[in-house]
Nanobody, 123 residues
C-alpha cells in the first residue's frame, strides 16, 4: 500500500490555473488523478503509465498535464483554462503492483488513494 497526500487545491476564477501535487510514500507503479463532484461518481482525469505514457479524459484534454518527479516521488497535475465544471474534489491514486502489460488502471483497480483536495472554479 502507498500513502498519498494531495495538495494545491483552492479557489480560482474561470480561465485560471492550479497545480496539484501528490506526495507518495512507497513504491508507485501506476499513478493517476480522479475527481468527484457532489452527487456524482468518481471519474478519471489523467493517468501516467509504467512506460511514461499518459492518457486524459476528453473533458480535460489540451488543458491539463500530468507529470511525475521520480526523485521526489511526487505526482503533479497542471490545470490550465479551468472551467466551472472542473469544480470537484481531486484525488490522487496509485498502485504498487504490476498487471502484466497494462499501462493504465481504472478507478476500481487502484489500491491506494489520497484524502483529496478541493478545487473550486467560479464563473
Amino acid at each position: 500500500q502507498v500513502r498519498l497526500v494531495e495538495s494545491g487545491g483552492g479557489s480560482v476564477q474561470a480561465g485560471g490555473s492550479l497545480r496539484l501535487s501528490c506526495a507518495a510514500s512507497g513504491y508507485t507503479f501506476y499513478m493517476g488523478w480522479f475527481r468527484q463532484a457532489p452527487g456524482n461518481e468518481r471519474e478519471g482525469v489523467a493517468h501516467i503509465g509504467f512506460d511514461g505514457s499518459t492518457t486524459y479524459a476528453d473533458s480535460v484534454k489540451g488543458r491539463f498535464t500530468i507529470s511525475k518527479d521520480t526523485a521526489k516521488n511526487t505526482l503533479y497535475l497542471q490545470m490550465n483554462s479551468l472551467k466551472p465544471e472542473d469544480t470537484a474534489i481531486y484525488y490522487c491514486a496509485a498502485d504498487d503492483r504490476r498487471f502484466g502489460r497494462m499501462k493504465f488502471l481504472s478507478v476500481g483497480e487502484y489500491n491506494s488513494w489520497g484524502q483529496g483536495t478541493q478545487v473550486t472554479v467560479s464563473s
